[in-house]
């Protein structure tokens, strides 16, 4: 690793990166991923043993603090939590300002980025206070806020959250209400949903979670750089690539069709991807496609769905990608997002949905290292230098003689 500034203060010299694909734009003690070997801790702690044994509060209090807590300290950051999930009926009525047919992650980053306003009178960032008690409201709301967006979308009735139930439990019955029994008391569905929150809750400085910290970077309104963070997750490289991988399984409509689309992703005059294949850094399985795959499973036996056509195809295309020059040399394996929108539609959520439990999820992760970094005396503002290669300077012609 070289330290660049000391390069640039000599020499003026700076790197031309696109994408960063090789540029540590901070220092970080959250999360860290070896993507050669697949592995992703969080804390030192492996993905597998969080997802297998912890819930996602403890999750959340683990990238929060750096440890995990203790019962006491559970109990406590549950009660603190819990105590946060209502949202003021005020801003109930943001959503009636949306069209019933918008695209929830449309009305998630309009609500939160709402919170600004809402909340205008408690971001002083310099307080810890405050930071905690806005990092609080955001991973508290969020489940309702989400659950809101849904309802809104089918014409139904807000549910009010219920504090005795789980952060998973909670969000399944403020989504699907009544009959909620049939998510909440099972725990097959409730622990998937919760281990579908974990795998999703951080991962370093991926797009989304670079981008809050940019806009943190300058001081910003914590509610504020949250929806930016909820905007760039949107997008089908990153977060809404779940909702593109069901979309790409019900055009390819039968296992017979996929050699034809697996053509189509190598063939370089064709913008077509594979959609849940390949990550920026992981170049072998990615950990949580792994428990995934095997939630995927577990969510499928319980509601009885034995012959599901998209998941035989997203078998059968994993099986075929695996085997195939192109995919093995490029080092390109399901992501995590390859098997949650399986899981999530055998659930009963619409594919729009999909990418909004994901925000759910990272927002502990964006609230994590926005805070890590507000914290951090070496964090400037972020502001990326660039390679210019426009005009150089020009005489200007007036527009009567252009
Ligand atoms: N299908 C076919 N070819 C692919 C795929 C794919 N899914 N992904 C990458 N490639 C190829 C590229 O064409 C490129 O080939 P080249 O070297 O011949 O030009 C090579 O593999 C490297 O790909 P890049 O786009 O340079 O890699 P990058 O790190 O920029 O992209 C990304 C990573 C965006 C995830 C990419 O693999 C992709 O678009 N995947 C599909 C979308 C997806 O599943 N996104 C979810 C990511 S995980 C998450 O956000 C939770």
Redesign the pocket.
Known sequence: VIDIRKLYAETGCFTYDP?FTSTASCESKITYIDGDEGVLLHRGYAIEDLAEKCDFLEVAYLLMNGELPSQDEKAKFEHDITYHTMVHEQMAHFFRGFRRDAHPMAIMCGVVGAMSAFYHDSTDIEDPRQRMIASYRLIAKMPTIAAMAYKYSVGQPFMYPKNKLSYAQNFLQMTFGVPAEDYVDNPVLSEAMDKIFILHADHEQ?ASTSTVRLAGSSGANPFACIAAGIASLWG????G?NEAVLKMLAEIGDKKHIPEFVKR?KD?NDPF????????VYKNYDPRAKVMQATCREVLSELGIKDDPLLDIAMELEKIALEDEYFIE?K?YP???FYSGIILKAMGFPTSMFTVLFAVARTTGWVAQWKEMIEDPVQKIGRPRQLYTGHQARKFVPLNKR
């Open positions: 994408g991926n089908p490289s990153h977060g690539a992703a370089k991807r594979l959609m849940g294949f390949g990550h920026r490029k390109l992501n995590v997002d």
